[in-house]
Structure formats: C-alpha cells, structure tokens
C-alpha cells in the first residue's frame, strides 16, 4: 500500500503565477482533504472532497480552488499566488463513512 | 480555533516513558480524540485515537478521563526518533469533519 502519495514535492513559482498540486489517496479511501502549514504553526484546513464536490471549505480566499476525480485524486490549485502563499501543502485522506485520516508527505511550495 | 490546549515543549529521556498531556474541555459526546506527530516538516503522522476508552497499538497508549475533558499520549519507551512535534485533535469521525490543528507540543527525547 502507497499511502498518500502528493507531487512534486518541492516547487517555486513566481509571485501571480498559478500552480497545481496533486495527491493519490491512500488505497481504500475516497476523501479528500487539504491543509496550508506555514512555517512553524499547525496545519490550516482548507478544503474537503468527496463524490468530486467540495463539501467544506476553510477560511481561504477564492484563489485556492480543488478538484476530485472519479479514482479519488485531487488536485489544489492556487491561482495569482502570493509570497504568503509559500507553505507546505498537505493533502489527507480518509473514507467518508468513519476513519482516521493519513497524511502525504506534502509539497513545499515557495513563492518569490 | 483549536479545541485543544497542549503545553508548547516538553523533554523526556531515552528509553523512559514520555507523557503528553491534552486538555479538550469542550469535547462533544460524539467527538473522537486523535493524536498525530510531524518529523521536521514531513507529513503528520497517525498515532492513534480513541472515544472514551483508553486504546493502545503498536505505536502508543492513549488514557482518556471519564468525564473525556482530557487525555494524554504515553510513548511506553521513548527513543530519539520520537522527537517530534504531537498533535491532539478533537474531532467526529465520519467525513463530514475536518481536523483543526493547534500548535502542538515539541518533545525532544534526550540521550
């Protein structure tokens, strides 16, 4: 079992530029959640996905959007980026009916 | 805002017991606690979770008060490569919740 699998794993864009991150579920789960974890503090939910609709969303303006396929990947994508927007990117996954989430390793995304 | 209240830092020796307390206070009755660790910016990591009965694995013991307002996490031997940042979370179990994350506690076990 791959658990969660998120690419690339580092990248740098330049400030208004747009980027797309992508994640692979762990192996029986068919939701999708992402986070923001800036340097140093606790990771910030942004949005959930299941049955390909966002069904949550945190508090992060409508530059961050997502998309979930019918296998269950998803992708985050970050439109005009911002210099605060460099952070590591986690996406978690987990099964809709009841379970604990399990974590990538993350994208470490920098913005300059 | 977090639903959890963890100490910021704590040390523990190689090979004894580490003991990271949690206080969840508001916890609603249908609300699980969960612990994950993060190793310097790498992915949290699953440690374990429990509703109000204390559960153990491989990895931990998990004790949780009887009034569950509570908890905290026993790594039963502590080796160097437990230094991490753990994290508690208060949360409901099916899909339709979203973990929040406060700022955890920094253990760093000592040789």
């Known amino acids: 079992d791959a658990g969660v699998t998120q690419s690339p794993t580092h990248l740098i864009k330049t400030r208004g530029q747009q980027v797309t991150l992508r994640c692979s579920p762990k192996s029986g789960h068919d939701t999708v959640s992402w986070y923001q974890q800036a340097l140093g503090q606790g990771p910030q939910f942004i949005f959930q996905y299941y049955e390909e609709e966002e069904r949550q969303r945190g508090n992060f303006p409508d530059r961050f959007s997502g998309h979930q396929f019918p296998n269950y990947s998803s992708e985050l994508n970050v439109n005009a980026l911002l210099l605060g927007d460099s952070a590591l990117y986690l996406c978690a996954s987990s099964s809709w009916t009841g379970s604990e989430a399990f974590f990538g390793q993350g994208t470490r995304l920098t913005v300059v | ?111």
Not at chain 2, 35 to 51: E, M, T, V
Not at chain 2, 68 to 81: E, F, N, Q
């Open chain 2, 1 to 111: 805002d977090a639903k959890t209240t963890q100490p910021p830092s704590m040390d523990c020796a190689e090979g004894r017991a580490a003991n990271l307390p949690c206080n969840h206070s508001t916890i609603s009755g249908n609300e699980y606690v969960y612990w994950y660790r993060q190793i310097h910016s790498q992915g949290p990591q699953y440690i374990i979770h429990g509703l109000k009965n204390n559960e153990t694995n491989e990895m931990a013991s998990l004790i949780i008060t009887e009034d569950r307002k509570s908890s905290t996490l026993i790594l039963p031997h502590a080796t160097l490569r437990d230094t991490a940042v753990y994290y508690c979370i208060v949360s409901g179990h099916s899909g339709t919740y979203k973990y929040i994350f406060g700022t955890g506690t920094r253990l760093k076990v000592l040789a």
